[in-house]
């Protein structure tokens, strides 16, 4: 069972307004796709003014991903230098950059690429198994991420169940190996091929996962991780044990941050 939340990223766009035609052909794609971008152009842009340069900080401020248009216009505009100054202040890894110089008609399509890219990198399929514990677990983690900006889908599946390893015969070991691996081409691995193109895959592995004990779990994540590495998937495993304390929330975030700026 699927169930998705969706966060809006939020795009701040970097450009010279002598670029307007060009940028909102950006800005357009960017709506399409949920990403609230802003772009302005005020008349009192041409003074130097403290008020307007405070305004633009917290506009910045309030927003989570940053494009620098760049173009000969831009990289002499006064305004875009003092943008881009503070914005890598702030985050610098979230700043992409963006060509729009000749050939941009031409060279949209690659444009495109670049956001989808970047969408990717801050879009997070984050897969818990069907048990409430799990869940709220996994609904804390959605509003922390959310917080930071990212776009979030949730998906919940069904968990199976598999006896504890030890003292297990060989043959119904293999029996419920055999199992899991059907459990994971059939549940997890499509939810991992989607992730490889649409965001980072980040799956929540606690005791609850087939009710299983620690060998198991420690089996899941291998065979997760390989699956992963082979599909050239973004991939943060959250492996739980007890409940999650702040710092280790602050952890799974930093985790999640590092592996979307790689």
């Not at 152009?41 to 900080?57: A, G, P, Q, R």
């Amino acid at each position: 069972m699927n169930d998705t939340k969706k966060s809006n990223l939020s795009v701040f766009l970097s450009h010279s307004h002598k670029d307007v035609e060009k940028i909102r052909k950006i800005r357009d794609v960017l709506e399409v796709i949920n990403c609230n971008p802003i772009m302005f152009y005020l008349k009192c842009l041409d003074d130097d003014n403290e008020v307007l340069e405070e305004f633009i900080k917290k506009e910045i401020e309030a927003r989570n991903i940053f494009i620098y248009c760049k173009s000969k216009n831009s990289e002499e505009s006064i305004w875009v230098k003092k943008e881009l100054e503070y914005i890598r202040q702030l985050d610098k890894n979230r700043l992409y950059e963006i060509d729009i110089e000749e050939g941009f008609t031409h060279s949209l399509p690659n444009i495109l690429m670049e956001i989808s890219k970047l969408l990717r990198r801050n879009t997070i399929i984050l897969c818990n198994f069907n048990h409430y514990e799990d869940k709220t677990i996994a609904n804390n983690i959605t509003q922390k991420l959310s917080e930071k900006g990212y776009h979030i889908e949730n998906v919940s599946i069904e968990a199976n169940y598999a006896p504890t390893i030890k003292n297990l015969p060989t043959w119904e070991f293999q029996k419920y190996k055999t199992a899991l691996e059907v459990y994971l081409e059939n549940n997890i691995y499509p939810i991992i091929q989607t992730a490889t193109t649409k965001g980072i895959f980040v799956p929540i592995i606690s005791p609850h996962l087939f009710n299983c004990d620690n060998q198991w779990a420690s089996m899941i994540i291998s065979k997760i991780a390989h699956f992963c590495e082979t599909r050239n998937c973004l991939y943060v495993p959250i492996q739980i044990n007890s409940n999650i304390s702040e710092e280790f929330l602050a952890d799974i975030l930093d985790k999640i941050y590092l592996k979307s700026i790689e």
